[in-house]
């Protein structure tokens, strides 16, 4: 009786343990997306200085922004916020469009930006799922 009780016990436990995995399976990656966009706020501020320097203050402007709601995601993914999700498809949307107008661009720190706001892009919407 004992070992049935124990056996009983032991597929709860397991049984909950692989729901509990699966859950967590469909939680986004907040720390990759994090990450992620810490390093592309820090390339569009670099691109920001090298467009204000070349007179391309439309793309300058964007650069900034894309850094801004950058930081932002960054942060609230860091922290595990409540509200990380909501950050997360908004800084996918900016950073399509930093990409885009980087990509008109011929200089090299727009090129390396459009490339770093697309790699962000993606993993934003990989997290938004």
């Known amino acids: 009786m ?3 009780i124990a056996v009983a016990a032991s597929l709860c436990v397991t049984g909950f343990l692989s ?3 699966a859950e ?3 939680k986004p990656d907040l720390a990759k997306c994090a990450e992620v966009c810490k390093a592309c706020a820090k390339e569009c501020e670099s691109c920001e200085k090298c467009c204000i320097t070349a007179k391309r203050d439309a793309c300058a402007k ?3 922004t894309c850094a801004r709601m950058c930081h932002v ?3 609230l ?3 595990k916020s409540p509200l990380a999700p909501e950050a997360i ?3 996918e949307k900016v950073c399509k469009e930093c990409a885009a107008m980087c990509d008109k661009s011929d ?3 727009c090129k390396e930006c459009a490339k770093v706001c697309k790699e962000c892009a993606k993993v934003c919407a990989e997290a938004a799922k």
Request: proline residues 0%.
């Open 2 to 4: 004992f070992k049935m």
């Open 19 to 21: 729901f509990a995995s």
């Open 24 to 26: 967590d399976a469909k």
């Open 62 to 64: 964007m650069c900034q």
């Open 73 to 75: 995601c960054s942060e």
């Open 77 to 79: 993914c860091a922290s």
């Open 89 to 91: 498809k908004l800084c």
């Open 107 to 109: 200089a090299e720190c």
